[in-house]
């Protein structure tokens, strides 16, 4: 006994990081899907069916062990990444399925599906672990290492703790938590019934839940082309929100530092500014494609993915960002993580690594032109921030490298909506007009880092020119923007509203009084109102 004490000890003084974990991991879901579907006598998969496997399974596996790990980490009062060591061998327990299902049978692996069960049937599944299985499903293996789990935990929870109570209170929520994670799909069907009020939860039947997830349906734009996993697409909508927001949990829980440090250092006019510009991207779709909008569960939770996987390519920009611009903000913005060491090098790298797999993980979850969209904002985010390219050096250039970033994400909303997830029936007018007026106009988030650009060689409008002289050029520009609209839009209606707008910003804008730090902010609420009533004098 004493000999086991000291390995867990021994597991608990090892660190892991976060990229080292999520390859291990990756690693062994890869394993499961490969022995399910290669080694295992089954049909073989389409490439997009092999995609949606991996891709599920890393969800289901995912919530299944962080959700675990928090409630241990939480029972025994432990930061989280003090267990990432002992929980890096329940990878095991992610493999060992088929492998004893093929013992059994011979080379074949048992079909282990959701539990999709009235609440009167789910509770009798529950309180006999999993008896009273609807016919055709076999949980032998899962079966198996289910059972097997809850005592491990149990003994890790009373080697660490030596509590009774604890280790019950382990036990106990180790297997309602995999249950849950096995009946997902019920309790989620439970919550829809009651919050949508389309009848009582008591009378839900089976059927009910696979009618729901199983019926082919368009979301937005988007049709999913495979019928067997229409389940798996729509839950991973949800799983990956649910993982997100575990995983935020888990680094607060971490270090709240940390945390804090990462949520002021987001830059919150820049998270507003992707954030319009992706609903803007989505609105463009409504007017192209009203049929294709709506707002029922599934299609909210797809912009939800999106948006959430917009945000984190930002921060991950951030991140490189950061990284590469650590002299100028050691002068110019010593808040930040880096200047005030609240990261080392290498823990900030490991978390922009992180951010920038959920990003990409995001636009894979609702198809892969929105990986690919995604994927090339991180490129051009690489080449702004990076050697040996590092563009943000050079003026106009910079600027126009992140109107095209800022495009994809006008791209990523729109093909949401449209059909055939295709940029080619956007107005050119539309797509030159935001790219002109975002290389005109972006300069404004300059001005707070003249001292710190000008000492790293960084060539922006004020440094060359000086900031007086540089908020008469940005500020020019960002009224031209405003004009163009009139003249790329062909609206005359919105001539007074562009000089109104366009010459209070300019205004604004050469305001000495006005804090360099504080013009995106007060610009983009200047933009933000001058777009709203451009939708209601151009299309309503």
């Known amino acids: 006994m004493k000999k086991i004490e000291k390995i867990v000890q021994s597991l608990l003084e090892k660190k892991l990081d976060v990229i080292s974990w999520l390859v291990i991991f990756f690693s062994f879901v890869f394993l499961r899907v490969f022995t399910e579907q290669t080694l295992a006598l089954a049909r073989p998969l389409t490439t997009l069916e092999i995609i949606m496997e991996l891709v599920h399974s890393f969800y289901f596996f995912a919530l299944a062990i962080l959700s675990v790990w928090l409630l241990v980490s939480l029972i025994l009062r432990m930061k989280p990444q003090k267990l990432s060591h002992i929980f890096i061998f329940s990878m095991l327990l992610i493999i060992m399925p088929p492998f ?37 499903i076999a949980y032998f293996g899962t079966r198996i290492v289910f059972v097997a789990t809850i ?28 249950f849950f994670w096995g009946a997902f799909p019920s309790f989620f069907y439970y919550a829809y ?54 995983l935020v949990v888990m680094f607060y829980l971490g270090s709240r530092e940390k945390f804090w440090a990462v949520m002021k250092n987001l830059r919150l006019p820049q998270v507003v500014y992707h954030a319009g510009i992706f609903f803007i991207g989505m609105g463009l779709g409504w007017l192209g494609y009203a049929d294709n909008f709506q707002l029922d569960v599934f299609p909210v939770m797809a912009a939800f993915v999106l948006l959430a996987s917009v945000i984190l390519s930002w921060v991950a920009s951030v991140v490189v960002n950061d990284i590469y611009d650590l002299e100028i903000d050691r002068v110019s913005n010593d808040s930040r993580p880096l200047p005030k060491n609240i990261f080392t090098h290498g823990e900030y790298i490991q978390f922009g690594l992180a951010c920038f797999f ?13 990986f690919v969209f995604l994927a090339v904002y991180q490129v051009l985010a690489w080449i702004y921030s990076a050697p040996p390219f590092r563009l943000k050096k050079f003026p106009i250039v910079a600027t126009f490298i992140s109107s095209l970033a800022s495009l994809m994400i006008l791209f990523l909303g729109y093909i949401l909506v449209s059909d055939g997830q295709t940029i080619h029936t956007l107005s050119w007018r539309i797509i030159f007009l935001f790219l002109i007026a975002y290389t005109l106009s972006l300069p404004i988030k300059d001005f707070k880092d003249i001292e710190g650009d000008k000492k790293d060689g960084i060539w922006t409008i004020p440094v060359i020119f000086g900031e007086k002289r540089g908020r008469l050029i940005v500020a020019t520009g ?63």
Do not use: C
């Open 478 to 540: 960002v009224f031209i923007s405003f004009m163009l609209s009139v003249f790329f839009l062909n609206e005359m209606k919105l001539f007074f509203w562009a000089m109104l707008f366009g010459v209070s910003t300019f205004l604004f804008i050469n305001n000495e009084k006005i804090k360099p730090r504080a013009l995106p902010a007060w610009v983009l609420g200047f933009v933000a109102v001058y777009f709203f009533l451009l939708v209601w004098v151009v299309f309503i």
């Open 358 to 370: 959920l990003a990409l993980l995001g636009g894979e979850t609702i198809g892969l032109p929105f």
């Open 193 to 246: 019934i009651f919050f949508s009020r389309h009848g009582k939860v008591s009378a839900v039947h089976s059927f009910d839940i696979a009618g729901y997830f199983g019926a082919p349906e368009k979301i937005f734009g988007v049709i999913f082309p495979s019928f067997q996993y229409t389940l798996a697409y729509k839950l991973n909508y949800v799983y990956f929100i649910l993982l997100v927001s575990l």
């Open 151 to 178: 005592p491990m935990l149990a003994g890790l929870v009373w080697f660490l703790s030596k509590k009774i109570w604890k280790t019950v209170l382990a036990a106990i929520g180790a297997y309602s938590i995999l």
């Open 100 to 136: 004893l299902d093929m013992l059994k049978t011979g080379g074949q692996v048992y079909w282990s599906f959701y539990l999709l069960s009235s609440p009167t049937d789910l509770w009798q599944q529950y309180l006999t672990a999993f008896g009273h299985l609807p016919s055709g």
